[in-house]
């Protein structure tokens, strides 16, 4: 079984440029997670998509970072402008819907360096 | 004041040693205490969790919950070089559906 795949591994941009980063998770995953990790802090949530819906987006950092989950399957997470201060390591995570959400399984990550 | 604490190491130990990995919290309502392990440009993996207090055993890995203190830990018996990697502890106050709370990650080095 696949596991969680993100797109891309790296990206480096400039500051005011636009930056798409695509999640795919376990096939059958209802539940969808999006993390960050910015350089000596822990991990973030940012937002938990169930099925197509967003269930909880408290972790958006401002209106620059738009996820979306097109038909409940992959989620894209798009930032516009991008900001020096939105470098980090952004991880999707996916469980199954048996209401036990804890088991998230993690991806390997996107690597975003805004210069 | 982070809702989680935990010490960044770097936590060096010879082979066979036994590690004691451990993170406070602030945030009574947490239920569900997750340990997990990350090795360098991977993602996170689930080690262990548990519900509420108490411990749980999986081979090597033992993971106790103390939620009068806010305190947990992860124990690694025999330890292994392949162990050497940081260490996650997560938590959540939901059921089903978790935003999961981490610590900053405690490295640790296992040296043949």
């Known amino acids: 079984e696949a596991g969680v795949t993100q797109f891309p591994s790296h990206s480096v941009i400039e500051k005011g440029q636009t930056v798409t980063l695509r999640c795919d998770p376990i096939s059958g995953h209802d539940n969808l997670y999006w993390y960050r990790r910015v350089m000596g802090k822990e991990i973030k949530f940012l937002l938990h998509?169930?099925?197509?819906?967003?269930?909880?987006e408290s972790g958006m950092p401002n209106n620059r970072f738009l996820a979306e989950r097109t038909g409940g399957t992959y989620s894209t997470l798009k930032v516009q402008p991008a900001e020096l201060e939105d470098s980090g390591v952004y991880f999707c995570?996916?469980?199954?819907?048996?209401?036990?959400?804890?088991?998230?399984?993690f991806g390997p990550g996107t690597r975003l360096l805004v210069l | 004041q982070k809702e989680v604490e935990q010490d960044p190491g770097p936590l060096s130990v010879p082979e066979g040693a036994i590690v004691s990995l451990n993170c406070t919290y602030s945030n009574s309502a947490f239920q569900y205490f997750m340990w997990y392990r990350q090795y360098s440009r991977k993602g996170p993996e689930l080690l262990m969790y548990?519900?509420?207090?108490g411990n749980k055993e999986d081979g090597r890995f033992t993971a106790q919950v103390d939620k009068s203190s806010k305190y947990i830990s992860l124990f690694i018996r025999d330890s292994q070089p392949s162990d050497s990697a940081t260490y996650l502890c997560a938590m959540s106050a939901n059921t089903g559906f978790q935003k999961l709370v981490f610590g900053t990650g405690t490295r640790l080095l296992v040296s043949p």
């Open positions: 998509f169930v099925k197509e819906s967003k269930q909880d």
């Open positions: 995570a996916s469980s199954p819907y048996d209401g036990f959400g804890e088991t998230q399984y």
């Open positions: 548990t519900y509420s207090s």
